[in-house]
């Protein structure tokens, strides 16, 4: 039976082990290998070897990109962190039998592709759109607003899409907070802000971190919000790495922008790592 | 162990096989999605016993990229737009057609053949064609205030130009702008194209490339830059949607069937092609997707509000102004990228 349940363990283990091999470690092996290739007019890919590709991204456009990349990605967490948190704080202390449907609720937009959502946000937005005509139909405006193809709706769309992954961790965190200590804290005189700032916020620490970084790290990336929402002006990190592939056809440059990129992100990830104790790390 | 290790062994076999049907009775056919309709391929099917395998893509940039990435691909027939027709033959992977195989090619529209990017038609038959050019609102603008590409700079359209999303597309327009060819690959000209479509951004509303029918039709923008089939199709739901030649030059696109060297049916292929160019099923296939045939025996069988129609079939004086897109080499492409992604970020 002892052994039975080793094999099962080690096929299990094996298996994931095999498909982060295939799937995530070779890939970026690959990638990492060809950012150090060159390119010519014949090959997508050609020797000699050459640090050349990370030289050209100490270019002030690139650093724009990227800079631009994470200022969207930075106001959205923000964004989403002052609406999901009380959100979270409510749904999770709420003594309601219909609190497994209002949790569902949140769940039930992943049933949807996030690119059909959005496509379905261009419905609501547009000058003709549902938002628009609601607007005009009461006579709020007189005039539709330019909703669609700007800045705010590039903000709406990521937000919306990115809500549910800063609000299911909170969640998870805040219905794990023991009301004993609230209560003592009460107890002991504390108001409701210093109870909020002292007590719960610490405890709540790790969820929050680690909704803002399941936040952050998509909306780096996701470029058909951009692209689609805001009329594609901009470039962002995703659509510049794309283009490298596809449509400048330099695939050296676009696996040392990827590179760089993974980099960074490691980088952040180790950070959050190191900035939780040992306690919460066994949690995650 | 071993059996873990013949796992492995299998699933790298798995993913670098070539298709398994090189040897069937097929035919692999890679062309702009929605181009080929299905009743189409069904009838080729049922006359020939040759199964088609289609498979599409949404820019000529893609089709390259996954040609070149590999080699082996299986593909037979391929549709390239005019440029890449010579891009890839600059690279050696088109075969020469065999005309002795393609009796229907008499249907050709000989205004479409022996052009620059193939000068005898050697490796390529053109099968669908049509313009860049300006499309406006009548609701909100008059034909004369855009009647040329230059107007297109006025101040009155802050933000609210649509162009397409696609650098090539959005340089050719600077450049006749400036009096240029849109196949001009001149860097001193292409950075002043650049720099005249750094004047024309506060004007821009979006890049879109995807939607833009449904963006027309709920007028999401105005006036702008599109396709002549699009705004064909467009204006069959928003009939205050207009197309105006630009009077200071336009881009005539072609789309063209080649076949690859590395082709494994190529008889097969033969056969498709040729059944392609018969005037009743080109016929079916341009009424289908709304755009205009290069096939002229196809054209003929057309109902008159379609043939007549001078949005998808200007008259001669009017496509004396246009330009057939040819390759400018990768040296232009390079900047067309590079400057591209400073326009967007405002550098």
């Known amino acids: ?284 | 162990m071993t059996s873990l290790f013949r796992f492995v062994v299998v699933m790298i076999a798995f993913f670098v096989t070539q298709p398994l049907f090189a040897a069937e009775n097929v035919v692999n056919v890679y062309t702009w999605s929605e181009e080929i309709p299905h009743f189409v391929i069904a009838q080729f099917e049922k006359e020939t016993g040759i199964k088609v395998n289609y498979s599409t893509f949404d820019s000529n940039e893609i089709m390259y990229a996954k040609l070149r990435a590999n080699k082996n691909a299986g593909y037979d027939l391929v549709e390239p737009s005019s440029y890449f027709v010579e891009r890839m033959q600059h690279q050696h992977m088109l075969l020469t057609l065999d005309k002795t195989k393609l009796l229907n090619a008499k249907n050709l529209d000989p205004a479409f053949l022996n052009r620059a990017y193939d000068p005898r038609n050697e490796y390529s038959i053109p099968f669908i064609w049509g313009i860049t050019g300006i499309f406006l609102n009548k609701n909100y603008y008059n034909e004369q205030d855009a009647e040329q590409w230059k107007n297109l700079l006025d101040k009155k359209y802050a933000n609210q130009l649509m162009f397409l999303d696609d650098s090539r597309e959005v340089f050719s327009m600077a450049l006749r702008m400036l009096g240029y060819s849109i196949n001009d690959s001149n860097p001193e000209h292409i950075h002043q194209a650049y720099l005249k479509l750094k004047t024309l951004m506060p004007n821009v509303k979006l890049f879109n490339s995807e939607a833009i029918i449904s963006i027309l039709i709920d007028e999401d923008a105005t006036v702008g830059m599109a396709w002549n089939g699009d705004l064909y199709k467009a204006h069959q739901e928003n009939n205050k949607l207009q197309f105006v030649y630009p009077k200071d030059g336009f881009e005539i696109w072609v789309d063209n069937f080649v076949m690859l060297k590395t082709a494994p049916h190529p008889e097969n292929a033969y056969k498709f092609l040729d059944f392609l160019m018969r005037p009743e099923i080109a016929k079916a296939v341009s009424m289908n997707i709304h755009y205009s045939t290069a096939n002229l025996a196809a054209r003929n069988l057309l109902p008159p509000e379609i043939k007549n129609n001078p949005a998808l079939y200007p008259t001669q004086a009017t496509l004396s102004h246009g330009e057939f897109q040819t390759d400018v080499g990768d040296q232009a492409h390079v900047l067309f990228e590079k400057y591209w992604e400073q326009l967007k970020m405002g550098g």
């Not at chain 1, 650093?63 to 962190?81: D, G, H, M, N, R």
């Not at chain 1, 949790?103 to 547009?126: A, E, G, N, Q, V």
């Not at chain 1, 937000?159 to 023991?178: G, S």
């Open chain 1, 1 to 284: 039976m002892k052994a039975h349940d080793n094999s099962l363990k080690y096929f299990s283990l094996g298996t994931i082990w095999l498909w982060l091999i295939v799937f995530a470690l070779l890939p970026f092996a690959l990638v990492t290998l060809a950012s150090f290739a060159s390119h010519d007019d014949t090959h997508l890919l050609t020797t000699p070897a050459t640090l050349l590709n990370y030289f050209q991204l100490n270019n002030a456009i690139y650093l724009k990109i990227f800079k631009q990349s994470f200022y969207i990605a930075s106001t959205c967490t923000v964004i989403c962190l002052l609406l999901g948190y009380p959100f979270a704080y409510t749904i999770a202390r709420m003594q309601s039998r219909y609190k497994s449907l209002l949790m569902l609720l949140i769940i039930i937009p992943f049933w949807t592709s996030s690119l059909i959502r959005t496509y379905s946000m261009i419905t609501m937005l547009k000058p003709k759109g549902i938002i628009n005509s609601i607007l005009l139909w009461t006579g709020i405006i007189d005039k539709p607003l330019p909703l669609l193809f700007s800045d705010t709706s590039v903000m709406i769309g990521l937000v919306y899409n990115l809500l549910p992954f800063m609000v299911l961790p909170l969640l998870t965190n805040i219905e794990r907070l023991d009301n004993r200590l609230i209560d003592a804290a009460r107890d002991l005189g504390a108001n409701r802000f210093t109870t909020f700032r002292r007590i719960i916020l610490p405890l709540t620490m790790p969820g929050i971190l680690s909704g803002s970084i399941l936040v952050f790290l998509p909306a780096m990336t996701i470029f058909y919000i951009p692209d689609l929402l805001g009329g594609s002006k901009s470039i962002l990190l995703g659509n510049l790495i794309q283009n490298q592939f596809l449509i400048a056809q330099n695939w050296p440059l676009g696996s040392a922008i990827s590179v760089v990129f993974t980099l960074i992100l490691a980088v952040m990830l180790l950070v959050y790592w190191h900035s939780m104790g040992n306690k919460e790390r066994d949690l995650l």
